[in-house]
């Protein structure tokens, strides 16, 4: 998309517009922009901790046994 935006835009007349155009450019300045390119995330996420997991028990050590004889 960034590269030659009217390729992308689904107008049959836009296509054949050169990369270096001056509508080319522009568009390409303005999604640039639109999509923060270069910026870094803009994510709004907010992680909260959670409880720590109980461990779990190994599959190779069989349960105690409460009957002792």
Known sequence: ????????LGVPGLRR?????????????????MIAAGIGCDADLTVTPSAPAPPAS????????KDNR
């Open 1 to 8: 998309m960034l590269t030659h935006p009217t390729r992308h």
């Open 58 to 65: 190994s599959p190779a050590t069989p349960p105690a046994s």
């Open 17 to 33: 517009l050169a990369p270096h155009s001056l509508f080319n450019r522009l568009l390409r300045r303005w999604s640039t922009r």
